[in-house]
């Protein structure tokens, strides 16, 4: 070989390695880059504040894979998350009503109540080294007992550290400082059409992992009840009963939503689940840990129901719904939108420079602040742009954070069992006796005092002080009224329905 043809190969050999080093380089800059842009996004920045709050390791990633051949490989992925991701056993206590004939032929006529046990299971996703898990409010309601059996079959109790009824978040936790656990996603950056895996325990069968695409976001309007949660993420992973509470995860083994529903008429998956944004459950977890209960910031707005507006209207209702953005129809009591600028007739287009595309758009985004967090608004007001900086409200119209008590104590009473016997000399079915009322107590301040027989809360019969218990905090964590309507008399006196409102309380 001559030394020209030498001198060639070593220059043809240099520029592939500089070639190499040149497209590497870049793209480690790109990718950089990338995550950079991510990372300060606004979303982005609260999950990963969310996430300090369970101390997360932020270097738990998994590269996104793929095979050979080009097709998505999810193996790292699954096997990251099945060990993340627990089986929920919970016991309840129903009251089973029956007709007691010798009650009848005596005169009583009312229907006996019978405890009876139940078992329900669900699916939960560890969040912390320590224990922390999420799962959903309706999987632990009512629970008396909760265990938790981890992938590798240790089974161990759980407490249930709060829910939030409004979102179908749960936070529990067992003990412990080394379990697995899988770190929050950016829920904001899904694209529909992008391959996302549900992870539970459907009919009991552990550790399963089912495999689909993102089919729509920000899906509003799915679910009855006191769901306020206007922006699911849909997919089309198979989904089924004991899957509520478990992973939605990424390809790259990241939590980006809790799955919670499915739509179904015969009960089973269809092609249809919804699942919980880790940007709202990762926010309801973060609260319940450190405050009890969940921080909702309002911003003081009314907007037109396009429903109802139709059936007077059509013409206006099409109209209205046109609109790309949130009209502000009028303000509530001490607005926050009022108080800074925005007027009515305004036209939100954005929070905090986050498009604002209809109003389950800027209940998702609101979702992610506290009472006090000011925001960004930006309005279109006749054709022209304008922002304002708004300090965010709570319900009550002020800025203080809300923290849950004890609820019981509240209440100032203690509770002692009625025998059978008595019941049947007083001619009831069910029944709690109030042993003590503390001077400073809400009983005291409504006028309950000892010897007041309680026989139902909230139209529900009692018999001890823990049923008693269970209604007054399921009450306490919801966001509507919090009010309980007590229904009992003194021995010899009339009946009396007192209502006891437990926000006077709750701070």
């Given at each position: 070989m001559n030394t020209g043809n030498v001198r060639n190969i070593v220059t043809i050999v240099i520029v592939a390695i500089l070639s190499s080093v040149i497209t590497l380089f870049g793209y480690n800059t790109v990718t950089k880059n990338n995550s950079k842009g991510i990372l300060n996004s606004s979303g982005s920045v609260r999950q990963s504040e969310y996430?300090?709050?369970?101390?997360?390791?932020?270097?738990?990633?998994?590269?996104?894979?793929?095979?050979?051949?080009?097709?998505?490989?999810?193996?790292?992925?699954?096997?990251?998350?099945?060990?993340?991701?627990?089986h929920v056993k919970v016991k309840s206590v129903s009251q089973q009503q029956y007709m007691n004939p010798f009650d009848f032929f005596f005169g009583f006529g009312e229907r006996n109540t019978q405890p009876r046990e139940q078992i329900g299971f669900g699916s939960g996703v560890i969040i912390s080294k320590d224990g922390y898990?999420?799962?959903?409010?309706?999987?632990?309601?009512?629970?008396?007992?909760?265990?938790?059996?981890?992938?590798?079959?240790?089974?161990?109790?759980?407490?249930?550290?709060?829910?939030?009824?409004?979102?179908?978040?749960?936070?529990?936790?067992?003990?412990?400082?080394?379990?697995?656990?899988?770190?929050?996603?950016?829920?904001?950056?899904?694209?529909?059409?992008?391959?996302?895996?549900?992870?539970?325990?459907?009919?009991?069968?552990?550790?399963?992992?089912?495999?689909?695409?993102?089919?729509?976001?920000?899906?509003?309007?799915?679910?009855?009840?006191?769901?306020?949660?206007?922006?699911?993420?849909?997919?089309?992973?198979?989904?089924?009963?004991?899957?509520?509470?478990?992973?939605?995860?990424n390809t790259r083994g990241e939590l980006v939503g809790i799955n919670t529903a499915i739509f179904s008429q015969s009960g089973d998956f269809n092609g249809l689940a919804f699942a919980v944004p880790i940007s709202i459950a990762g926010k309801v977890a973060a609260d319940l840990k450190q405050f009890g209960t969940v921080q909702r910031a309002v911003l003081g707005i009314q907007v037109p129901n396009i429903e109802m507006v139709r059936r007077q209207d059509p013409d206006k209702a099409s109209e209205l719904s046109r609109i790309v953005g949130v009209l502000v129809e009028d303000f509530g009591d001490r607005s926050a939108a009022k108080a800074a600028g925005l007027e009515k007739g305004d036209i939100i287009k954005a929070i905090n420079n986050v498009q604002i595309r209809n109003f389950a758009g800027l209940q998702d985004q609101l979702s992610r602040y506290r009472p006090g967090d000011k925001v960004k608004v930006t309005v279109d007001r006749n054709g022209k742009e304008h922002s304002y900086t708004v300090e965010l409200k709570n319900d009550a119209g002020n800025t203080e954070i809300q923290r849950s008590s004890d609820s019981m104590s509240l209440l100032g009473a203690t509770f002692s069992d009625i025998p059978n016997s008595r019941k049947q000399q007083l001619g009831i079915n069910s029944g709690v006796e109030v042993s003590s009322v503390d001077n400073s107590?809400?009983?005291?301040?409504?006028?309950?005092?000892?010897?007041?027989?309680?026989?139902?809360?909230?139209?529900?019969?009692?018999?001890?002080?823990?049923?008693?218990?269970?209604?007054?905090?399921?009450?306490?964590?919801?966001?509507?009224?919090?009010?309980?309507?007590?229904?009992?008399?003194?021995?010899?006196?009339r009946t009396q329905y007192i209502a006891i409102d437990l926000s006077q309380g709750l701070k």
């Amino acid at each position: 070989m001559n030394t020209g043809n030498v001198r060639n190969i070593v220059t043809i050999v240099i520029v592939a390695i500089l070639s190499s080093v040149i497209t590497l380089f870049g793209y480690n800059t790109v990718t950089k880059n990338n995550s950079k842009g991510i990372l300060n996004s606004s979303g982005s920045v609260r999950q990963s504040e969310y996430a300090d709050s369970f101390d997360q390791d932020k270097n738990v990633r998994l590269a996104n894979l793929t095979t050979q051949q080009g097709y998505p490989d999810f193996t790292e992925a699954a096997a990251k998350s099945v060990n993340g991701v627990v089986h929920v056993k919970v016991k309840s206590v129903s009251q089973q009503q029956y007709m007691n004939p010798f009650d009848f032929f005596f005169g009583f006529g009312e229907r006996n109540t019978q405890p009876r046990e139940q078992i329900g299971f669900g699916s939960g996703v560890i969040i912390s080294k320590d224990g922390y898990i999420i799962t959903n409010n309706h999987v632990v309601e009512g629970a008396t007992e909760v265990t938790v059996s981890l992938n590798d079959n240790r089974e161990m109790t759980a407490k249930v550290i709060g829910a939030d009824p409004q979102t179908d978040i749960a936070l529990i936790k067992i003990e412990g400082d080394d379990f697995p656990y899988l770190t929050f996603g950016n829920s904001d950056a899904l694209e529909v059409g992008e391959w996302v895996l549900a992870v539970g325990n459907p009919f009991n069968l552990t550790s399963t992992v089912t495999a689909g695409i993102v089919s729509a976001k920000n899906r509003g309007n799915i679910v009855g009840g006191n769901l306020n949660i206007q922006s699911f993420i849909q997919v089309d992973a198979a989904v089924n009963r004991g899957n509520s509470g478990g992973a939605l995860v990424n390809t790259r083994g990241e939590l980006v939503g809790i799955n919670t529903a499915i739509f179904s008429q015969s009960g089973d998956f269809n092609g249809l689940a919804f699942a919980v944004p880790i940007s709202i459950a990762g926010k309801v977890a973060a609260d319940l840990k450190q405050f009890g209960t969940v921080q909702r910031a309002v911003l003081g707005i009314q907007v037109p129901n396009i429903e109802m507006v139709r059936r007077q209207d059509p013409d206006k209702a099409s109209e209205l719904s046109r609109i790309v953005g949130v009209l502000v129809e009028d303000f509530g009591d001490r607005s926050a939108a009022k108080a800074a600028g925005l007027e009515k007739g305004d036209i939100i287009k954005a929070i905090n420079n986050v498009q604002i595309r209809n109003f389950a758009g800027l209940q998702d985004q609101l979702s992610r602040y506290r009472p006090g967090d000011k925001v960004k608004v930006t309005v279109d007001r006749n054709g022209k742009e304008h922002s304002y900086t708004v300090e965010l409200k709570n319900d009550a119209g002020n800025t203080e954070i809300q923290r849950s008590s004890d609820s019981m104590s509240l209440l100032g009473a203690t509770f002692s069992d009625i025998p059978n016997s008595r019941k049947q000399q007083l001619g009831i079915n069910s029944g709690v006796e109030v042993s003590s009322v503390d001077n400073s107590g809400l009983f005291r301040k409504e006028g309950i005092n000892k010897g007041f027989i309680i026989m139902r809360v909230n139209n529900t019969p009692v018999n001890s002080g823990d049923e008693i218990a269970k209604i007054v905090s399921s009450v306490s964590r919801s966001s509507q009224d919090k009010v309980i309507l007590i229904a009992g008399f003194y021995p010899n006196g009339r009946t009396q329905y007192i209502a006891i409102d437990l926000s006077q309380g709750l701070k």
